[in-house]
């Protein structure tokens, strides 16, 4: 009942969402999307999905959809008829092949039990961190790569980005205050990682959420730019130096010995937390 | 009888999302509209809590408590990004 | 099981006081008496949810966890329904 | 319960991928694509849940956090992009 | 001894990256990385070349399906070096190209460079799928960005619809990983191929992943994007997206189909489909060259009409499983000829607007008088893209036709012939301009040496490697 009732939602707000003319009201939606989609997440048991959702997925994605939808004056032109029926048509097919698909899955075991298996070689005692960062480490390398481009890409156009920000005593002091808390909770979200729900990525997506409340009321953190271009930096800097020296070493590229596979993860988790903090702080800022 | 007690109880919040989704969908504004999805944000929360509340899984409330961040986050990015005027500097 | 029960009775105020605030969120006339139920709702309804937690449980995290839950709910909806109404006013 | 979720992850797929095609607007083109990019890890994240281990496969839960993270930064570079586009165009 | 590691290959470029932002010698830095990586790569071609067993690094030591491996066999080896070989000349070239133009872009485009090039290894070294998405995505975004490098609303506009197709084609390509994976629960290519034998499920997945290559390779019904996007940019970064980054979906699909999929009978109407597009996308490509008269916009409507051709003999990927080798060193020969060759001819229309500041072709005479090291590039590039005899796009089309007879489509042997005298009419009219008229004195400005040579060396080297093919095709027949 509960899932349906969920499930409806999200679909009813998917569709507000791409339906409405208003492009702000459709941004609106598509955080109450994300917001319901975390809450599905934790319906399927995937709590960690459901952090990063509401984190990433909504909250720092919305973010950027209303700098957006702010700056963005284009009106939505009526397409084609032609165009509608052809995109109807495509819909339509791949509709047909995944339902036919659905009827060719079964349940099935898949990876799940050699995971649990090999989970205490692992040096992490949650799964899908172990998964994160032991057995597809590679992949997590190459995603932390991907948004150190993007970031980095965003910054060598070279832009001029309008900042949006309120001048209130209120709401400065408010992020001060939040600001050492949110480093801490965050930190610990991190640290929870390593056994339990949580991961450097939730973390660092809620640091830049603090960050960004600072930056809303129109303060700038005391750090010099250089020193944000390094914490940028820092996830894909330690996690790749970190391959080579163990390849350098001779166990191989990105290969843990078990004893040190604890520590080594730990420090990867840091450097990761630090540049996904800075890495959207700055994407929201669209500037250093 | 605890699951009917906890399915009323799940069907109330759920009922509270279903409206402020209604809100959402009418406001004549966008402001209210905003603040529906603010609802949603807190009904969201108290979903959370109600989970943690039947299982006694310990991760709900770090879920709870990261909702409750963000969405007050995004809240008053909307005020000042949306509702307010731009200005060049920081 | 008092407490048992105390909390359950709790959950269900404050699940109720929430489906008020939403049902003043629909029927109310403007957008500031809207935002009156709204914030009414959130710190009364989300108080008695994070109280009845707090009776579920008895590790000392999970308490200081769930506070902070409600310290934040509750200062965010104050910050917010300040922000929304002022710069609605204010650019109006 | 799984078949409904499948069926709602393909749902969001087609709705997404109908609107990409059809809508002029960036902005609308860029919800879309995270609508679908939605569909999609919802479809995986299902497919987590059906197994007959006690607890879901965590791999598709490890891949699906891998997209999430791509999916904003792409969305980063694209919201750049259109911005940079409108000032252009003024 | 440091024992050889495949991570070495993605790691290394990931660190010039790093270190060429934040350090101010960085164009010290990335020769020096660029010669590192190059080294790198052929010490791996050279690799396969000696063992004639393919090298499987499991890493992390967990073998798949929970790990992730790397595979070094004839073919990733072969397209390692090919990488390598344009990847180093364009860097030699930028090192000149942004001394005089766009410096502010030359801060960022190391960067990015090096990006392309751990993302291009990551790619062919990879045999999982999940890995493959991964890869892929790192490489379009920095296709999506070195299109907007520039800045100018030509290039943001085309970026940005290449960013949005390319977002789709991911999110496709991943919808069709989590069917296969919801079927089999398998995500690297050796097990999956093991678990695909006698079974049909797989075809529906077959379907999005079809889709999300053939939008990123640019094949027909989706080749619209390309065309403003890789005309656009800066020469060193259309050198490097027409000839390296839309090649590994059109690879993927080859190991796809060779290595993974079995024989199944809507595998083989499905091939008929992808090689009437890949006809129809040699016609129109070529079609749209000769009709351009700007000589970047030439370039990508060919690089369109030439991705055709491996969509062409999607047929012989389908019966070609004895012939493998074969099909491998076709396959690979053709990539290798159009990657070296539109690499030097992009860098050599980067050398043309530098003279004459304007991409016009009318506004490029008289430079194989002026500058015939421009010219020769342009030339001995253009040879390899039309299949002059001794060239290397020669053989590649040789071996194809050898193929296609061999099993009995003379019918596309027929038409990749046509592409090639449709080829010749688009690349003679940039030939034709070099010798018109007289040089004016304008064009005397001379262009600075290295960006003459490199350019002048990838268009060498694309045409004779036509006479070292032996040595290249032993290498790529190594298993």
Redesign the interface.
């Known amino acids: 009942m509960l899932d349906l009732a969920l499930g409806l939602m999200l679909f009813v707000s998917a569709l507000l969402s791409l339906h409405s003319k208003d492009t702000m009201k459709s941004g609106v939606f598509f955080i109450i999307f994300g917001f319901l989609s975390g809450l599905i997440w934790v319906r399927l048991e995937a709590p960690d999905v459901a952090l990063v959702e509401i984190i990433l997925g909504s909250a720092i994605t919305g973010l950027l959809i209303f700098k957006l939808v702010k700056g963005s004056k284009q009106k939505d032109l009526k397409a084609f008829t032609f165009t509608r029926l052809w995109a109807g048509f495509i819909s339509f097919l791949i509709l047909i092949f995944m339902l036919f698909h659905l009827t060719t899955i079964e349940r099935q075991d898949r990876i799940a039990s050699l995971v649990f298996e090999n989970l205490h070689k692992s040096g992490v005692d949650s799964a899908v961190n172990a998964v994160l960062l032991n057995f597809r480490g590679y992949d997590t390398l190459l995603e932390v790569g991907v948004i150190t481009l993007a970031i980095f890409g965003l910054l060598s156009l070279g832009l001029k980005r309008e900042a949006y920000y309120w001048d209130n005593p209120l709401l400065k002091g408010f992020s001060r205050l939040l600001l050492p808390f949110i480093v801490f909770f965050s930190l610990y979200i991190t640290y929870l990682g390593t056994f339990s729900v949580g991961g450097a990525f939730q973390g660092g997506a809620l640091l830049a959420g603090g960050l960004v409340i600072f930056a809303l009321a129109g303060q700038a953190l005391p750090l010099k730019a250089s020193i944000i271009y390094i914490f940028m930096m820092a996830g894909l800097g330690v996690f790749s130096l970190i391959g080579l020296l163990y390849a350098l070493l001779g166990y191989g590229f990105l290969t843990y010995p078990l004893e040190l596979s604890t520590i080594s993860i730990m420090i990867i988790e840091l450097s990761i937390w630090i540049s996904t903090a800075f890495l959207l702080y700055t994407a929201y800022r669209g500037k250093l | 009888m605890m699951d009917l007690v906890y399915g009323l109880l799940l069907f109330l919040l759920v009922l509270n999302l279903l409206l402020g989704l209604v809100r959402v969908f009418r406001g004549p504004e966008l402001v209210d509209s905003m603040m529906a999805s603010l609802l949603l944000g807190t009904g969201g929360t108290a979903l959370l809590l109600a989970f943690f509340k039947i299982t006694k899984e310990a991760y709900y409330i770090n879920l709870a408590l990261g909702f409750a961040l963000l969405a007050g986050v995004v809240g008053v990015a909307f005020a000042i990004i949306i509702l307010g005027k731009s200005k060049d500097g920081i | 099981m008092a407490f048992e029960i105390l909390s359950i009775a709790f959950m269900f105020i404050g699940a109720i006081f929430l489906l008020a605030g939403s049902i003043g969120l629909i029927r109310l006339k403007d957008t500031y008496s809207r935002l009156h139920a709204l914030t009414k709702a959130d710190v009364l309804g989300f108080g008695f949810i994070v109280l009845s937690c707090i009776l579920s449980t008895d590790l000392l995290s999970h308490w200081i966890k769930l506070l902070l839950v409600w310290l934040l709910a509750i200062s965010y909806s104050a910050l917010v329904g300040y922000a929304l109404a002022n710069r609605k006013k204010r650019y109006a | 319960m799984i078949w409904f979720y499948y069926i709602l992850a393909i749902l969001l797929v087609i709705i997404s991928l109908y609107h990409f095609i059809v809508a002029r607007n960036y902005v609308k083109r860029l919800i879309a694509l995270n609508i679908l990019g939605s569909g999609v890890f919802l479809f995986f994240i299902t497919t987590a849940k059906n197994t007959n281990t006690e607890s879901p496969d965590p791999v598709p839960h490890a891949l699906v956090l891998t997209g999430i993270v791509v999916a904003v930064s792409a969305t980063a570079i694209a919201v750049s992009l259109i911005l940079h586009l409108n000032k252009e165009e003024e | 001894m ?2 050889f ?4 290959l ?3 470029p ?2 010039a990256s ?1 270190f060429s ?2 350090s101010p010698i960085r164009v010290y830095i990335a020769l020096a990385f660029s010669l590192l990586s190059f080294l790198l790569s052929v010490y791996s071609f050279l690799y396969t070349l000696r063992d004639n067993t393919p090298l499987y ?1 499991w ?4 073998t798949p ?4 491996g790397l595979r070094l066999d004839g073919l990733s080896g072969f397209f390692l070096l090919m990488i390598g070989i344009v990847s180093l000349f364009v860097a030699l070239y930028s090192i000149s190209f942004f001394n005089v133009e766009y410096k ?2 030359g ?2 485009f190391w ?2 460079f090096f ?1 392309l090039w ?2 291009l290894n ?1 790619f062919f070294l990879s045999e999982d799928l ?2 493959l998405y ?2 892929l ?2 490489l379009s ?2 296709a ?2 070195l299109v ?2 520039p ?3 030509k290039a ?2 085309a ?2 619809n290449y ?2 197709l390319s ?2 084609a ?2 496709f390509y ?2 069709g990983i ?2 296969l ?3 089999y ?2 995500l690297s290519m050796s097990l999956l191929s093991q678990k695909l034998s006698d079974t049909q ?1 797989f075809i ?2 077959l ?2 992943i079809t889709i999300a290559l053939a939008i990123k390779s640019a094949l027909l019904p989706f080749h619209f994007w390309l065309p403003p996007a890789h005309s656009s940019t800066v020469a060193p970064a259309s050198a490097l997206l027409s000839s390296l980054v839309i090649k590994p979906p059109a690879y993927l699909m080859l190991r796809l189909w060779m290595e993974v999929l079995p024989k199944d009978k809507s595998l083989e109407y499905l091939s008929i489909v992808l090689s009437i597009m890949g006809a129809l996308a040699i016609f129109i490509g070529s079609y749209y060259a000769i009709r351009q008269k700007t000589i970047k916009r030439l370039l990508a409507y060919s690089t369109v009409a030439q991705m055709g051709y491996l969509f062409l003999m999607a047929p012989i990927y389908y019966h070609g499983g004895m012939l493998k080798e074969a099909v491998f060193q076709a396959f690979a020969l053709q990539v290798f000829s159009h990657a070296l060759a539109k690499a030097s001819m992009f860098l050599s229309s980067g050398n043309a607007i530098y003279v004459a500041k304007r991409d016009e072709l009318s506004y490029m005479p008289g430079f194989a008088h002026s500058h015939p090291f421009t010219f020769f590039a342009l030339f001995f590039s253009g040879a390899t893209l039309i299949g002059l005899p001794l060239s290397a796009g020669f053989v590649a089309k040789f071996l194809f036709l050898e193929l296609s007879i061999k099993l009995g489509f003379f019918l596309h042997g027929g038409i990749m012939l046509l592409g090639s005298l449709l080829a010749s009419l688009y690349v003679y009219p940039i030939w034709k301009e070099c010798f018109s008229s007289h040089p004016t004195k304008f064009y005397d400005k001379p262009i600075p040496q290295l960006m003459e040579i490199s350019a002048f060396l990838l268009g060498f080297l694309a045409f004779s490697s036509g006479m070292i093919t032996g040595f290249l095709l032993e290498g790529i027949a190594r298993r």
Do not use: C, H
Request: no cysteine; net charge positive; aromatic share 16%.
């Open positions: 440091i024992s590691d495949l991570g070495y993605i790691v290394l990931l660190l790093i932002l934040i690094q890493i992390g030591g967990w399906p929970l790990g992730i502010r872009q801060r960022f960067f990015f990006f751990a993302g990551a999940f890995n991964v890869a995505e790192v975004l920095t999506v960005i907007a490098l800045g100018y609303k943001i506009k970026s940005l960013l949005f977002i789709l991911s999110m991943l919808l989590a069917m994976y919801a079927n629960g398998v499920e529906y997945a379907f999005p």
